[in-house]
Nanobody, 124 residues
Framework: QVQLVESGGGLVQAGGSLRLSCAVSGHTIRSAHMGWFRQAPGKEREFVAVISRSGRTYYADSVEGRFTISRDHAKNTVYLHMNSLTTEDTAVYYC??????????????????WGKGTLVTVSS
């Protein structure tokens, strides 16, 4: 059974940083494109970042230059390093895995597995 468990969310002031973690079990992250998505209150779930099987990374325009996605194969864990946070970054952040697509995709419906999310709240 594949499980994705996010951690690292919390309350942070604007301009601060957080690191989210996604621990994966039941599936090796080497064989999947791993993504981060977020959903703010009243909004649809949106793409944040993805790291492909080969290690290429892609970001939403809104986080480019501020967020970094990375992975640790030994720990089978994916990270999202978030810097220069703003109130617009407040959302529940979800980790997801895409084991089927040939190339990394940004669409939520491309993902096969999801974590339950971790809340990030940025105060002004």
């Amino acid at each position: 059974q594949v499980q994705l468990v996010e951690s690292g969310g919390g309350l942070v002031q604007a301009g601060g940083s957080l690191r989210l973690s996604c621990a994966v079990s039941g599936h090796t992250i080497r064989s999947a494109h791993m993504g981060w998505f977020r959903q703010a209150p009243g909004k649809e779930r949106e793409f944040v970042a993805v790291i492909s099987r080969s290690g290429r990374t892609y970001y939403a325009d809104s986080v480019e230059g501020r967020f970094t996605i990375s992975r640790d194969h030994a720990k089978n864990t994916v990270y999202l390093h978030m810097n220069s946070l703003t109130t617009e970054d407040t959302a529940v952040y979800y980790c997801a895995a895409d084991g089927r697509s040939m190339a990394a995709r940004r669409a939520p419906d491309a993902m096969d597995y999801w974590g339950k999310g971790t809340l990030v709240t940025v105060s002004s």
